[in-house]
DNA sequence: CTCCTGTATCGATGAGTATCGATGCATAGT
DNA sequence: ACTATGCATCGATACTCATCGATACAGGAG
């Protein structure tokens, strides 16, 4: 090897600036990582969490969300449901209905992992 | 309703700054999203994806990637064959060898869609 | 209390997928 | 040409999951 072909950088430097892509994470921080992105996953769930989010007042009934879909009620509680273990939503009782507010944080976690510096 | 009850920002404004729930996605795009995830969304591609980005040289070979795992040869295989199809690692075969790279981009696009402003 | 409406849970089913052993293919070495 | 090695593909199997209808549960209305 020539010493025009030495590094300047080390292989952590100049691969990429992503934590994820700079670090190789451990089995459990990948299986909970996992978890969140498996949640993420799905073409519903992404349309679920963003019609929430977008949503006047920033919350949506399940009745307003599943009006959106040609799926039937309990395919969108799954689906509801799902988000709310993986942290992305949470959900409030007021009277007859269910309203679900997007819980931005988890995304920007992912982002943190996913940016480049 | 009172006056102080008015919102002082429109939906959007008031509840995110993450592009994903600040506007609601359509069907198609949400289609494209949720490729990238499901390819995202398991232990052993991200472990793998990450170890590759990690590797000195920014690349590494089946070889010493299937090392790291409990997993037959054709399984990493087929991770690999799924994190390429979604555009986040690339290879190419030297010699006996096939040396796998990160992509960094669909990441980034990744945060694009999550980040906070 | 009884009925109605909105939502969650349950059980079943079909589709998707993670995994493996066997095998095929490409390249290097002899 | 033959063999050995690294990797990809194939076919089978077990498991996960998306979806539904049926049903249970909660709260409001009468």
């Known amino acids: 090897m020539s010493i025009t072909e030495l590094p300047l950088l080390t292989s952590t430097e100049m691969v990429c600036c992503s934590p994820l892509l700079r670090e190789p994470i451990d089995e ?3 299986e909970r990582l996992s978890r969140v992105l498996r949640a993420l996953a ?3 769930r992404l349309r679920l969490l963003s019609l929430i ?12 969300l599943v009006e959106r879909f040609d799926l039937s009620q309990p395919t969108i509680s ?6 709310r273990e993986a942290g992305l939503i949470t959900s409030e009782r007021r009277g007859t209905w269910v309203y679900y507010r997007a819980l931005p944080e988890v995304l920007e976690q992912l982002t ?6």
Request: aromatic share 4%; glycine share 14%; charged share 20%.
């Open 28 to 30: 459990e921080q990948a």
């Open 42 to 44: 799905d073409p519903v």
């Open 53 to 64: 989010g977008a949503h006047t007042g920033g919350e949506a009934c399940v009745c307003e």
């Open 78 to 83: 799954h689906h509801l449901k799902l988000l």
């Open 112 to 117: 943190g992992l996913f940016r480049a510096a």
